[in-house]
C-alpha cells in the first residue's frame, strides 16, 4: 500500500463563502451531499482507498457539525492508535485571523506536519466531488519524477477566486498557470489534489513565511511553476467543482445521469459516511417515483420526480416534489408542491404551499425553517 | 476480574433452522437476513443495548462463521466495550474432554465460567430466532418486584394457533401454575416467547443439578424449566402484548417481512427512541428510474429499481431491470431480477440471478390446488435461467461443487 507513505491534509473550510446559504452554519467539508453523505467524504474516502492512515482535517470556523460528522473516524477505519484522524482547529492566535487562506491554515498546522514521519503529503479541499485512484497518482508521480502532482480536469473553469488554470505539454508537465483567468470555453483547471514530498511543502512554507506570502496559488504553485517539476494528472470521469449554489444543484442533479453514480460510487473504491442506522426507506400505497435519488429511512407517500431525498424526509400523500433536493428529516405536508428547491435540515413545508425556483436559480429553504 | 454486572444476556443463536431449507445451508438461523437491511439476531441484540444491558454472550454452534464475521467486535451494535459488550461463545474443548452443546440448557452449562466472570445477579437468555421490539429492563423490575427465580415473557396467541406453542396457566397473581408443551387441546393461550430472566444464584444451582441427571435432555423448556417448578421455584410470567413473530418457517418468515408493509402492524422500525441496529454495508443511495414502478415496498441502499415493484421487501444492492416485476416478494441483498423477469409470492436469497422472462412463485389464486401453493424459494448464489419457470412452494438450492 502506497498510502502508508502519504499523509493527508483537507481543508474543510476552504471556499465556504461560495455557498454561503448552506455553510452558514456549517463547513464546507459538511455540506450534505448525494442523499446520504457530506462533501468530506469524498476527499477523506479517496485518501482511505489508497491505504492512507493518517489525515489532518483543518478547521477554521463552524466546525461544530464536522466534529459530529467525523467523530472518532470510524466509518473511514480512521480511528487508530498510530495516526487515524485529526481535527485541526486554529491556535488562537494572531494566525486564526488572517484571510483564510490555504496558506495561512497550512502555517496553523505546521506542528502537525513536521511530526508527521510519512514521506509524502497530498492536500485536498473539500468542494470538489470526484472518485479517484490515489495509487494510480501516486505512480504516476513517480513516473515522471515530479516535485508536485497537481489532479486536473479538462472543462469549463470553476468561478473561484482562485482557480488556478494551467497549460500542459504532451508529458502532462506543467508549464504555465494562471489563477482565476478570464477565459471562456474549455480549458485544463487544476482540481486541487496536490501530491509532493513532504520536506518540500516544508521547505516552500518556510520560504512563504520569511517572504510573508499569503496566497497559496499565486505564491507557491503559480511561482514555483518554472522552478519545479510540476505534472498535471488527469482525472478519468467524474467530477464537479462547486463554486456557487447553482452548481450544488446541478452537482446532485449530475448523479441522477447513472453513468455518473456509477463512477462516483464504485464498489472498488467505496466512499464511506456516518452511519445512521435507519430502517429502509419506505414507499406507500399509491406513491409514484420517478428518476430519483432515495436515502435509507425515508417515507414518501407522495410523488417525487427528478430529486435527491435524504434521509429520514417524509413526504406525504398528495405531496409533489420535482428537480428538487430535500435533505435530511425534512417534512414534506399533503398538497404541497415542490419544484427547483433546495430545502436544508430538518425542515418542515406545512400543507397546501407552493414553493418554485428557477432552472438556473434553485429556490433556497434554511435549516429547520417551517413553511 | 471482570466488574460486577447487575444483569447479563445469554444469547441462544446455535440453532440450524432446518425449516427454512436452502436459506440456513450455510449459516445460522438467527444470521437469516430479515426487513430489508437487518438480520434476524439484531432485533434481541437492540433489544439488549436499548435496555442497558451491555454484556452479552452469543452461543453459537451451526455454521458460525457468517455470524461470527457479522457481529465481528460488536460495534454497530455499541457493544465494543471495555466493560463486557458481545462474546461469541462456541463450544470448546476442557480437561475432561470436548462436547457439542447438548441443548439450550446445556450451552447456558458450560459457559457457567463465563457468567460467573461478571457476578451477576440476573442472567437473561434469550432466543435468537424471533422479531420483536422490548424493553428487557422492565421485564427485570417486574422480576424483581416479584422476587421471583425465573420470569418468562409470553404473549398471548390465537386459540385456534395456541397448540402449535409452549403454553403457561397462570395463578391470579400472573404466577405460573402449570405448563403445556404444545397440547392438543389447549387450556391457556398464553405462550412463552422464548425470552427469559433468572436469578442467577437459582440458575446456577438447576444447571448443574439438570447436567447431572443422565435422562435430562438438557433444554430449558423441557427440562430446567420444569424443574424449578416442580421444586416450587418462584415463577412468573410477564405479559407482553407488542409484534412478536418466530421466523422459523418459510412461511412465517416471508410474512413477517411483509408485516412492515402493513401498517396496522404494531413494529416500527422508524421509532428512533428504540431503534434496531446493523452492520450497514457501504451502498449509495437507491435509484428509482424513470421507467420504475414503484409502491408500497421497502427498498434498501444500493438498489436499482427500474421495473414494477409494488408490496415486497427489497434488500440493498438489489437490482430490478426494465420490465421485471416483483409483487409480494422478499429480495435478499445483491440479487438481480433481469428484464421481464416476474417474482411473485417468493424468496429469492443472497446474490441470486433471475435471468430475463424466468417466472418465480405465483398468486394464491393461480393456483388450482391450494394445498400445492406456498412461497416459491430461489437459495443464495442460485442462477435461474432465462425463461425457466419455479413453481410455487418449489425451494432450489445451489449444487454442490
Same mark, same amino acid.
Given at each position: 500500500?502506497?498510502?502508508?507513505?502519504?499523509?493527508?491534509i483537507i481543508?474543510s473550510?476552504?471556499?465556504?463563502?461560495?455557498?454561503?446559504?448552506?455553510?452558514?452554519l456549517?463547513?464546507?467539508?459538511?455540506v450534505?451531499?448525494?442523499?446520504?453523505?457530506?462533501?468530506?467524504?469524498?476527499?477523506?474516502?479517496?485518501?482511505?482507498?489508497?491505504?492512507?492512515?493518517?489525515?489532518?482535517?483543518?478547521?477554521?470556523?463552524?466546525?461544530?457539525?464536522?466534529?459530529?460528522?467525523?467523530?472518532?473516524?470510524?466509518?473511514?477505519?480512521?480511528?487508530?492508535?498510530?495516526?487515524?484522524?485529526f481535527?485541526?482547529?486554529?491556535?488562537?492566535?494572531?494566525?486564526?485571523?488572517?484571510?483564510?487562506?490555504?496558506?495561512?491554515?497550512?502555517?496553523?498546522?505546521k506542528?502537525?506536519?513536521s511530526?508527521?514521519?510519512?514521506?509524502?503529503?497530498?492536500?485536498?479541499?473539500?468542494?470538489?466531488i470526484?472518485?479517484v485512484?490515489?495509487?494510480?497518482?501516486?505512480?504516476?508521480?513517480?513516473e515522471?519524477n515530479?516535485?508536485?502532482?497537481?489532479?486536473?480536469?479538462?472543462?469549463?473553469?470553476?468561478?473561484?477566486?482562485?482557480?488556478?488554470?494551467?497549460?500542459?505539454?504532451?508529458?502532462?508537465?506543467?508549464?504555465?498557470?494562471?489563477?482565476?483567468?478570464?477565459?471562456d470555453?474549455?480549458?485544463?483547471?487544476?482540481?486541487?489534489?496536490?501530491l509532493?514530498?513532504?520536506?518540500?511543502?516544508?521547505r516552500?512554507?518556510?520560504?512563504?513565511?520569511?517572504?510573508?506570502?499569503?496566497?497559496?496559488?499565486?505564491?507557491?504553485?503559480?511561482?514555483?511553476?518554472?522552478?519545479?517539476?510540476?505534472f498535471?494528472?488527469?482525472?478519468?470521469g467524474?467530477?464537479?467543482?462547486?463554486?456557487?449554489?447553482?452548481?450544488?444543484?446541478?452537482a446532485?442533479?449530475?448523479l441522477?445521469?447513472t453513468?455518473?453514480?456509477a463512477?462516483?460510487?464504485?464498489?472498488?473504491?467505496?466512499?464511506?459516511?456516518?452511519?445512521?442506522?435507519?430502517?429502509?426507506?419506505?414507499?406507500?400505497?399509491?406513491?409514484?417515483?420517478?428518476?430519483?435519488l432515495?436515502?435509507?429511512?425515508?417515507?414518501i407517500?407522495?410523488?417525487?420526480?427528478?430529486?435527491?431525498?435524504?434521509?429520514?424526509?417524509?413526504?406525504?400523500?398528495?405531496?409533489?416534489v420535482?428537480?428538487?433536493?430535500i435533505?435530511?428529516?425534512s417534512?414534506?405536508?399533503?398538497?404541497?408542491s415542490?419544484?427547483?428547491?433546495?430545502?436544508?435540515?430538518?425542515?418542515?413545508?406545512?400543507?397546501?404551499?407552493?414553493?418554485?425556483?428557477?432552472?438556473?436559480?434553485?429556490?433556497?429553504?434554511?435549516?429547520?425553517?417551517?413553511? | 476480574?471482570?466488574?460486577?454486572?447487575?444483569?447479563?444476556a445469554?444469547?441462544?443463536?446455535?440453532?440450524?433452522?432446518?425449516?427454512?431449507?436452502?436459506l440456513?445451508?450455510?449459516?445460522?438461523?438467527?444470521?437469516?437476513? #430479515?426487513?430489508?437491511?437487518?438480520?434476524?439476531?439484531?432485533f434481541?441484540?437492540?433489544?439488549?443495548?436499548?435496555?442497558?444491558?451491555?454484556?452479552?454472550?452469543?452461543?453459537?454452534?451451526?455454521?458460525?462463521?457468517?455470524?461470527?464475521?457479522?457481529?465481528?467486535?460488536?460495534?454497530?451494535?455499541?457493544?465494543?466495550?471495555s466493560?463486557?459488550?458481545?462474546?461469541?461463545?462456541?463450544?470448546?474443548?476442557?480437561?475432561?474432554?470436548m462436547?457439542?452443546?447438548?441443548?439450550?440448557?446445556?450451552?447456558?452449562?458450560?459457559?457457567?465460567?463465563?457468567?460467573?466472570?461478571?457476578?451477576?445477579?440476573?442472567?437473561?437468555?434469550l432466543?435468537?430466532?424471533?422479531?420483536?421490539?422490548m424493553?428487557y429492563?422492565?421485564?427485570?423490575?417486574?422480576?424483581?418486584?416479584?422476587?421471583?427465580?425465573?420470569?418468562?415473557a409470553?404473549?398471548?396467541?390465537?386459540?385456534?394457533?395456541?397448540?402449535?406453542?409452549?403454553?403457561?396457566?397462570?395463578?391470579?397473581?400472573?404466577?405460573?401454575?402449570?405448563?403445556?408443551?404444545?397440547?392438543?387441546?389447549?387450556?391457556?393461550?398464553?405462550?412463552?416467547?422464548g425470552?427469559?430472566?433468572?436469578?442467577?444464584?437459582?440458575l446456577?444451582?438447576?444447571?448443574?443439578?439438570?447436567?447431572?441427571?443422565?435422562?435430562?435432555?438438557?433444554?430449558?423448556?423441557?427440562?430446567?424449566?420444569?424443574?424449578?417448578?416442580s421444586?416450587?421455584?418462584?415463577?412468573?410470567?410477564?405479559?407482553?402484548?407488542?409484534?412478536?413473530?418466530?421466523?422459523?418457517?418459510?412461511?412465517?418468515l416471508?410474512?413477517?417481512?411483509?408485516?412492515?408493509?402493513?401498517?396496522k402492524?404494531?413494529?416500527?422500525?422508524s421509532?428512533?427512541?428504540?431503534?434496531?441496529?446493523?452492520?450497514?454495508?457501504i451502498?449509495?443511495?437507491?435509484?428509482?428510474?424513470?421507467?420504475?414502478?414503484?409502491?408500497?415496498?421497502?427498498?434498501?441502499?444500493?438498489?436499482?429499481? #427500474?421495473?414494477?415493484?409494488?408490496?415486497?421487501?427489497?434488500?440493498?444492492?438489489?437490482?430490478?431491470?426494465?420490465?421485471?416485476?416483483?409483487? #409480494?416478494?422478499?429480495?435478499?441483498?445483491?440479487?438481480?431480477?433481469e428484464?421481464?423477469?416476474?417474482?411473485?409470492?417468493?424468496?429469492?436469497?443472497?446474490?441470486?440471478?433471475?435471468?430475463?422472462?424466468?417466472?418465480?412463485?405465483?398468486?394464491?389464486?393461480?393456483?388450482?390446488?391450494?394445498?400445492?401453493?406456498?412461497?416459491?424459494?430461489?437459495?443464495?448464489?442460485?442462477?435461474?435461467?432465462?425463461?425457466a419457470?419455479?413453481?410455487?412452494?418449489?425451494?432450489i438450492?445451489?449444487?454442490?461443487?
Amino acid at each position: 500500500m502506497t498510502g502508508k507513505n502519504i499523509v493527508g491534509i483537507i481543508f474543510s473550510n476552504a471556499y465556504d463563502e461560495c455557498i454561503p446559504e448552506l455553510t452558514g452554519l456549517r463547513t464546507m467539508g459538511s455540506v450534505p451531499f448525494a442523499c446520504r453523505y457530506r462533501l468530506i467524504d469524498f476527499p477523506l474516502s479517496n485518501m482511505v482507498n489508497a491505504g492512507i492512515e493518517k489525515v489532518g482535517v483543518i478547521t477554521k470556523a463552524n466546525y461544530q457539525s464536522l466534529m459530529d460528522h467525523l467523530g472518532t473516524g470510524k466509518p473511514w477505519d480512521l480511528s487508530r492508535k498510530t495516526g487515524g484522524l485529526f481535527l485541526l482547529p486554529p491556535f488562537l492566535t494572531a494566525d486564526a485571523n488572517g484571510n483564510g487562506d490555504k496558506l495561512e491554515s497550512l502555517k496553523g498546522i505546521k506542528d502537525f506536519v513536521s511530526r508527521s514521519t510519512e514521506e509524502y503529503v497530498i492536500l485536498s479541499d473539500s468542494n470538489s466531488i470526484f472518485n479517484v485512484d490515489i495509487e494510480e497518482l501516486m505512480d504516476f508521480h513517480t513516473e515522471k519524477n515530479a516535485d508536485i502532482t497537481i489532479a486536473y480536469k479538462h472543462g469549463i473553469a470553476p468561478k473561484l477566486n482562485d482557480t488556478l488554470v494551467m497549460k500542459l505539454d504532451g508529458y502532462k508537465k506543467i508549464n504555465y498557470v494562471a489563477v482565476n483567468p478570464q477565459i471562456d470555453g474549455e480549458v485544463d483547471y487544476s482540481l486541487n489534489l496536490m501530491l509532493m514530498k513532504k520536506s518540500l511543502l516544508e521547505r516552500l512554507m518556510n520560504e512563504a513565511v520569511s517572504l510573508n506570502h499569503t496566497d497559496f496559488g499565486a505564491d507557491i504553485i503559480q511561482k514555483n511553476v518554472s522552478k519545479l517539476n510540476m505534472f498535471g494528472f488527469p482525472l478519468k470521469g467524474y467530477a464537479r467543482t462547486i463554486d456557487s449554489i447553482q452548481t450544488y444543484f446541478k452537482a446532485n442533479m449530475d448523479l441522477l445521469d447513472t453513468e455518473n453514480c456509477a463512477h462516483l460510487f464504485n464498489s472498488e473504491r467505496p466512499i464511506y459516511t456516518k452511519i445512521k442506522d435507519d430502517m429502509p426507506a419506505t414507499y406507500g400505497l399509491s406513491s409514484s417515483i420517478k428518476n430519483s435519488l432515495v436515502a435509507n429511512g425515508c417515507i414518501i407517500e407522495g410523488e417525487v420526480e427528478n430529486s435527491i431525498i435524504f434521509r429520514d424526509v417524509r413526504i406525504e400523500k398528495g405531496a409533489v416534489v420535482k428537480n428538487s433536493i430535500i435533505m435530511q428529516e425534512s417534512f414534506i405536508a399533503q398538497g404541497t408542491s415542490l419544484n427547483n428547491a433546495i430545502i436544508d435540515k430538518n425542515v418542515v413545508i406545512t400543507p397546501n404551499k407552493t414553493l418554485s425556483g428557477a432552472e438556473n436559480y434553485p429556490i433556497y429553504v434554511g435549516k429547520g425553517i417551517v413553511v | 476480574m471482570a466488574r460486577k454486572m447487575e444483569c447479563i444476556a445469554m444469547l441462544l443463536a446455535g440453532g440450524q433452522g432446518s425449516r427454512l431449507g436452502v436459506l440456513t445451508k450455510n449459516i445460522a438461523k438467527p444470521a437469516v437476513p #430479515y426487513g430489508g437491511k437487518y438480520r434476524i439476531i439484531d432485533f434481541p441484540l437492540s433489544n439488549c443495548v436499548n435496555s442497558g444491558i451491555s454484556t452479552v454472550g452469543i452461543l453459537t454452534q451451526y455454521q458460525p462463521l457468517e455470524l461470527n464475521d457479522y457481529i465481528g467486535n460488536g460495534q454497530a451494535w455499541d457493544l465494543d466495550r471495555s466493560n463486557g459488550g458481545v462474546h461469541m461463545l462456541s463450544p470448546y474443548q476442557q480437561i475432561k474432554g470436548m462436547e457439542w452443546y447438548k441443548g439450550t440448557a446445556n450451552a447456558i452449562y458450560q459457559n457457567i465460567n463465563f457468567i460467573d466472570r461478571y457476578n451477576p445477579d440476573y442472567v437473561a437468555v434469550l432466543s435468537g430466532d424471533h422479531i420483536y421490539k422490548m424493553d428487557y429492563n422492565k421485564m427485570l423490575d417486574y422480576h424483581k418486584q416479584n422476587n421471583a427465580a425465573c420470569t418468562i415473557a409470553m404473549l398471548e396467541v390465537p386459540w385456534e394457533e395456541a397448540s402449535r406453542f409452549g403454553l403457561m396457566v397462570l395463578n391470579d397473581d400472573n404466577s405460573i401454575a402449570k405448563f403445556e408443551e404444545k397440547p392438543k387441546n389447549p387450556s391457556s393461550n398464553k405462550a412463552s416467547m422464548g425470552v427469559y430472566i433468572f436469578t442467577w444464584s437459582k440458575l446456577r444451582k438447576y444447571l448443574i443439578d439438570d447436567e447431572n441427571n443422565p435422562d435430562s435432555s438438557n433444554d430449558f423448556g423441557h427440562d430446567v424449566i420444569p424443574a424449578m417448578h416442580s421444586a416450587g421455584e418462584r415463577m412468573f410470567a410477564y405479559l407482553f402484548d407488542g409484534y412478536w413473530k418466530d421466523v422459523g418457517t418459510i412461511d412465517s418468515l416471508w410474512e413477517a417481512n411483509l408485516d412492515l408493509l402493513n401498517p396496522k402492524v404494531d413494529l416500527d422500525l422508524s421509532d428512533n427512541t428504540w431503534k434496531i441496529y446493523s452492520k450497514t454495508p457501504i451502498a449509495p443511495p437507491q435509484y428509482v428510474s424513470a421507467s420504475a414502478n414503484l409502491q408500497n415496498s421497502m427498498v434498501a441502499e444500493g438498489s436499482q429499481i #427500474y421495473g414494477e415493484v409494488d408490496y415486497s421487501v427489497l434488500f440493498h444492492n438489489v437490482t430490478v431491470k426494465d420490465g421485471a416485476t416483483v409483487r #409480494y416478494s422478499i429480495v435478499m441483498p445483491g440479487a438481480v431480477i433481469e428484464e421481464g423477469a416476474d417474482v411473485e409470492y417468493a424468496i429469492v436469497a443472497e446474490n441470486a440471478v433471475i435471468k430475463k422472462g424466468a417466472k418465480i412463485g405465483k398468486r394464491p389464486e393461480d393456483v388450482t390446488d391450494r394445498e400445492e401453493w406456498g412461497v416459491a424459494v430461489v437459495g443464495p448464489d442460485v442462477t435461474i435461467e432465462e425463461g425457466a419457470e419455479v413453481a410455487p412452494k418449489a425451494m432450489i438450492g445451489k449444487e454442490e461443487e
